[in-house]
C-alpha cells in the first residue's frame, strides 16, 4: 500500500486498512515500514526510482555505446568499434558508424549527423544514456 501510494500517510494507511477490517495502530504500520525499508510519507514521495525515471522520460531517452568486430583486411585482423544507439520508447536501433580507431573527430562528426533536424536518428530524444568510456565521454557531453 505504501509503495502504491508514496504520499499515504501513517494515519491514511490505518484507515485503509480498517476499512479492509484490518485495525491496525500508526505505530504499527510504523514499524512494518521501517522493517521493509520504507520512509515516511514526506520522503517516500521525494525519492523517484531509477526504473520509474526512466519509464516517465523513455521517449526522449536515447541510449548509446559501441561493440566490436573483428575484420579481416590486407593489413591482417583489425577491431573495428561500432558506434550504435537505441531510442527506449520504440527499442529501433540505429548502426551509425564503424571505425576501427574511434577518435574525438571521428565522433564528433557523428555527433553532428546524429543531430541533425532533417534526417538525424536522434531528432526528438533529449538524453543519452552512455558509459563513462573514454571513447565517447567528449563529443556527445559537450
Not at 37 to 43: E, F, I, R
Not at 77 to 93: A, D, G, Q, S
Request: glycine share 8%.
Amino acid at each position: 500500500m505504501a509503495n502504491e501510494n508514496p504520499r499515504w500517510g501513517y494515519d491514511r494507511i490505518v484507515g485503509a486498512l480498517a476499512n479492509l477490517g484490518h485495525p491496525l495502530s500508526d505505530q504499527t504500520v510504523g514499524n512494518i515500514l521501517r522493517r521493509h525499508g520504507l520512509s515516511p510519507a514526506p520522503k517516500r514521495k521525494q525519492t523517484v526510482s531509477w526504473k520509474d525515471s526512466i519509464r516517465s522520460h523513455r521517449d526522449v531517452l536515447v541510449g548509446m555505446d559501441f561493440f566490436t568486430a573483428e575484420v579481416l583486411t590486407l593489413k591482417g585482423l583489425l577491431t573495428y568499434y561500432v558506434l550504435f544507439f537505441i531510442h527506449l520508447e520504440t527499442r529501433r536501433v540505429s548502426l551509425v558508424g564503424f571505425t576501427p580507431y574511434p577518435d574525438h573527430d571521428w565522433l564528433e562528426q557523428q555527433a553532428r549527423n546524429l543531430t541533425m533536424e532533417q534526417w538525424g536518428c536522434l531528432k526528438g530524444c533529449r538524453y543519452l544514456l552512455h558509459d563513462r568510456d573514454t571513447k565517447s565521454a567528449n563529443p556527445f557531453v559537450n
